[in-house]
């Protein structure tokens, strides 16, 4: 039984190493950009491989570079109480477990795991350092490290690194790149109906770029565009102060 002590006292000291590591990455990012993302790095490999040269395109826009549009739009599109919240929601990760449960019952060789849910923290939290792979370890780490990024962080900086991460397209990252790649301008300028555009690309970019990517993605553009125009305007971009502060 020792090996076995030893094994296990040996899993939890890389547990927690990683978590320290995790830590202290955030804490640099509160005053320096993130160079890219586990996310980013990936599809870099799958795109490239070991050429030198790829078709990545990707550049910082500092948040009050970024038109209000698209702030509110994308929070329209993947978290509309972003603000309020502290890094999850809880009845939408509790229908997520259902629906998991039902997949699972008709499917008991599914490999699926939980689903759906995701706050944009969450999001930033997946990308900025775990794998796409679905399992309940993945979904549980992607918690401590939600729970990190939003001790150590502030709202609109994790905003503004989400904005500047995440997928717009096939090797598309940042609201700077997919700005000029779909409308050649920069994400200062960019109007409501470009806004609502590229926030319902959100939920699958790579189909939005390019239709070979399509028979996978169960979503049609124009009609979200039409409900994130229609709700741009309810979103809050800062926190809303509790009742009775000052």
């Known amino acids: ?23 202290l990455q955030i804490g640099l990012w509160s005053s320096l950009n993130p160079s890219g993302t586990a996310f980013q790095r990936a599809e870099r490999w799958r795109l490239c491989s070991w050429h030198w040269s790829c078709s990545i395109e990707s550049h910082w826009v500092p948040y009050d570079k970024i038109s209000a549009n698209l702030k509110r739009a994308v929070l329209v599109s993947e978290d509309d109480i972003f603000f309020q919240h502290k890094g999850v929601r809880v009845e939408d990760m ?90 050649v301008t920069t994400p200062a300028v960019l109007d409501r109906e470009q806004a609502a555009a590229l926030a319902s690309a959100l939920p699958a970019p790579k189909c939005f770029d390019k239709a070979q990517y399509c028979r996978k993605a169960n979503i049609h553009f124009p009609t979200r565009q039409e409900f994130i125009l229609e709700n741009m305007d309810r979103v809050a971009l800062t926190p809303i102060p509790k009742s009775g502060s000052r």
């Open 1 to 23: 039984m020792r090996w076995l002590s030893y094994f296990v006292k040996c899993l939890l000291c890389g547990f927690i190493a990683m978590q320290i590591y995790f830590a």
């Open 94 to 183: 509790q229908k997520a477990w259902e629906k998991n449960q039902q997949h699972h019952q008709f499917n008991a060789n599914s490999k699926v795991a939980l689903r759906g849910g995701s706050t944009i923290t969450q999001q930033l939290a997946k990308n900025l350092f775990l794998s796409s792979e679905q399992n309940y370890f993945r979904k549980g780490q992607e918690l401590v490290v939600t729970g990190l990024l939003e001790l150590m962080l502030s709202k609109q900086r994790l905003f503004e690194i989400y904005l500047n991460s995440v997928e717009w397209g096939e090797g598309i990252f940042g609201v700077g790149a997919a700005a000029q790649h779909y409308f």
